[in-house]
């Protein structure tokens, strides 16, 4: 059971990014899902989070209006959008995964976390 992180790298700023996670041995289709990043120095922050019981979503309010969040059953993978991105957006970003179907962006929820993947924004 593990969920796989992928997509980051170094961007320069207004550029883009699409992350991706995979999950691997479990169905994503009934667990909440989120993405959190944590830059150096700072405490892991929730970026974002997506509900399975009725698609409601939630995004911090330095990122709403550039990253959306997604999924696709099939795949079992679920994304994360970047767009117009930041300096102060760089940090390795983590996903998860939630067994109550929540959408929420508090640590202590989460079942399962993948290894993160480093997001630079710089010029």
């Known amino acids: 059971v593990q969920l796989q992180a992928s997509g980051g790298g170094l961007v320069q700023p207004g550029g883009s990014l699409r992350l991706s996670c995979t999950a691997s041995?479990?169905?994503?289709?009934?667990?909440?899902v989120a993405w959190f990043r944590q830059a150096p120095g700072k405490e892991r922050e929730g970026v974002s989070c997506?509900?399975?019981?009725?698609?409601?979503?939630h995004y911090v309010d330095s990122v709403k209006g550039r990253f959306t969040i997604s999924r696709d059953n099939v795949k079992n993978t679920v994304y994360l959008q970047m767009n117009s991105l930041k300096p102060e957006d760089t940090a390795v970003y983590y996903c998860?995964?939630?067994?109550?179907?929540?959408?929420?962006?508090?640590?202590?929820?989460?079942?399962?976390w993948g290894r993160g993947t480093q997001v630079t924004v710089s010029s």
């Open positions: 998860a995964a939630d067994s109550w179907s929540r959408c929420t962006v508090v640590t202590g929820t989460y079942d399962y």
């Open positions: 997506l509900s399975s019981r009725d698609g409601s979503t």
């Open positions: 041995g479990f169905s994503l289709d009934n667990y909440g």
